[in-house]
């Protein structure tokens, strides 16, 4: 079945600091992952889709489709990226989306 | 980005009543809503995804009675959560996206829903 599985509920950093959020997957053919982002008292926004391979706010994840993973990354942290961040994947052809359980980023000065 | 808009953001209703939640894109006409459900540290569950104009596709375990579903326009869905029981309490989110399948869905605020 497919699945997202996000491992870690909290990740502390400190400004300036790498950030790696880690995101596996289980899905049967080609997958479509994203990475959703929620910052405090907003609604789910997109941060980005794999298939665009761009990086938004110096974020960048890459499909290793070998470990089945999508992990977001970025390399100096800064105190606005503290938020909530869903991985999440297109279930199937409907283009319905699933989530994993989400991992709070809170980055400190 | 496009906006979508619930309506409340927060109710509180008591056991035994019904609460319906609007879900509005305001810049665009969305083709296809999501109905999600959140429960405090957990994840966004699929309840159900509505087309304009036709009935609603619930996923699994969701019950059809209790959690209605309407998409009367391109610009509105409605969630009626009937005779609420206090495990119904929890946060809605709903979606919209337009056109294709593969178009971004946008998210709107949510509503936080007590039942007492």
């Known amino acids: 079945a497919q699945r997202v599985t996000q491992p870690e509920k909290l990740l502390s950093v400190f400004k300036g600091a790498p950030v790696e959020l880690k995101c596996n997957y289980s899905?049967?053919?080609?997958?479509?992952l994203f990475w959703y982002v929620q910052y405090s008292r907003q609604r789910l926004q997109l941060l980005l889709r794999?298939?665009s391979r761009e990086s938004i706010k110096g974020f960048t994840a890459d499909l290793n489709k070998g470990e089945t993973s999508f992990h977001l990354k970025k390399p100096f942290a800064q105190e606005e990226d503290s938020a909530m961040y869903y991985c999440?994947?297109?279930?199937?052809?409907?283009?319905?989306?699933?989530f994993g359980s989400g991992t709070r980023l809170l980055v400190r000065p | 980005g496009a906006v979508v808009s619930q309506h409340p953001s927060w109710v509180i209703c008591k056991s035994g009543t019904s609460v319906k939640i609007e879900c509005r894109s305001l810049?665009?006409?969305?083709?296809?809503m999501f109905w999600y459900r959140q429960f405090p540290k957990q994840s966004l569950m699929l309840m159900a995804t509505?087309?304009?104009?036709?009935?609603?596709?619930?996923e699994q375990g969701v019950e059809k009675d209790k959690f209605l579903i309407n998409h009367a326009s391109l610009t509105l869905s409605t969630l009626t959560v009937t005779s609420a029981h206090p495990e119904d309490s929890s946060f809605y989110i709903c979606s919209a996206r337009e056109g294709t399948g593969m178009a971004e869905a946008f998210f709107g605020q949510g509503t936080r829903l007590t039942v007492v």
């Open positions: 899905y049967s053919g080609s997958p479509e």
């Open positions: 810049d665009f006409q969305a083709t296809t």
């Open positions: 999440a994947l297109y279930r199937d052809s409907s283009y319905k989306l699933i």
């Open positions: 794999h298939i």
């Open positions: 509505s087309n304009e104009g036709s009935k609603a596709t619930y």
